[in-house]
């Protein structure tokens, strides 16, 4: 599903992934209009822009991704500032994209999107995991009625380790001697035994606990 104010760019990227073969099951140009068509299609990756009248993107991806942790949000935005791709991560966003990008690129962002990579334009996830670090080195005090983190196995734990190090699960697939689609397994256990709604959360819950250290 594409999301976009502007018409004549919103119908471009439809294009652009339909002639690549993904199916576009909608489109929408305002925020509630957004959340309205995605609960009765239910699209697998949604490329929002944020800047969207009715309801801004940040929280039209809040709304959708806490009603379905399995979407992938990919944001499509023509601001680099970095208060809002923070904004747009810590709501639930897998991606960032700058308007900027290629045709190929954003093919090739939807695709690593679609099975739960971060993707961000180059520059961007360092930002991210900068702040990550800096949450991290002030964590949240544990309520005293709040159960200790379950237990993982060392499997989990090592694909967490380096989940938290920035590997694609491919990457990880590669190193550990696994297929993806066993990866992916370990993360959507992890999460469940985490309570953790998707792999940003992962990413932190790691760095909290010192895990994307060598």
Known sequence: MVVDD????????????????????????????AVRRARAVMPQVLVLDLNLPGLPGVAVCKELVG?????????????????????????????????????EELLDAVART????????????????????????????????????????ERETEVLRLVAKGLSYKQIAERLVISHRTVQNHVQNTLGKLQLHNR???????????????
Do not use: C, Q
């Open 67 to 103: 009603n379905d942790p399995a979407l992938r949000v990919l944001v499509l935005s023509a601001s680099g500032e970095h208060e809002d791709v923070l904004e747009a991560v810590k709501s639930g966003a897998t991606g960032y994209l700058l308007k900027s990008a290629g045709r």
């Open 6 to 33: 502007h018409p004549m760019w919103r119908d471009a990227v439809a294009r652009d992934l339909s002639d690549a073969g993904y199916d576009v099951v909608a489109t929408a140009g305002e925020g509630h209009e």
């Open 200 to 214: 940003v959360e992962l990413v932190r819950y790691a760095i909290e606990r010192g895990l994307d250290g060598e």
């Open 114 to 153: 679609a099975v739960g990579d971060p993707v961000f334009t180059p520059g961007l996830a360092g930002l991210v995991l900068g702040e990550y670090r800096r949450l991290a080195s002030d964590p949240a005090p544990r309520a005293a009625d709040e159960p200790a983190a379950p237990s993982l196995t």
